[in-house]
């Protein structure tokens, strides 16, 4: 399985931004995905997961009501859609599979991921 980001860029602040993670692999659809965000210095923090055919969305409560995460299984991409950005939201925004195909507890942990793309670089200037 790989995992390719694209979508970063420099945007002003209240701006938007619209992020893609394109999946190889047959068992796409199987599986949860996740959106990540690290900055230097700090631990990789959970941003939204989306369920295997998209019925469950979970979010941060940082991003809830401004981000939107989506998904299509025929083409094997993650969306993270990002309305009113802000600086405290630059970062490098990474994708992730789940680990197991059910459900689980601690999905805002990093452990219950097990592929990782490489990251886009979001950078909101204020």
């Known amino acids: 399985v790989q995992l390719q980001a694209s979508g970063g860029g420099l945007v002003q602040d209240g701006g938007s931004l619209r992020l893609s993670c394109a999946a190889s692999?047959?068992?796409?659809?199987?599986?949860?995905m996740a959106w990540f965000r690290q900055t230097p210095g700090k631990e990789r923090e959970f941003v939204a997961r989306?369920?295997?055919?998209?019925?469950?969305?979970y979010y941060a409560d940082s991003v809830k009501g401004r981000f939107t995460i989506s998904r299509d299984n025929a083409k094997k991409l993650v969306y993270l859609q990002m309305n009113s950005l802000h600086a405290e939201d630059t970062a490098v925004y990474l994708c992730?599979?789940?680990?197991?195909?059910?459900?689980?507890?601690?999905?805002?942990?990093?452990?219950?991921?097990?592929?990782w793309g490489q990251g886009t670089q979001v950078t909101v200037s204020s």
């Open positions: 992730a599979r789940a680990r197991t195909t059910y459900w689980t507890p601690t999905y805002r942990g990093l452990a219950s991921y097990d592929y």
């Open positions: 692999g047959s068992t796409f659809s199987t599986y949860a």
């Open positions: 989306v369920s295997p055919s998209a019925e469950r969305t």
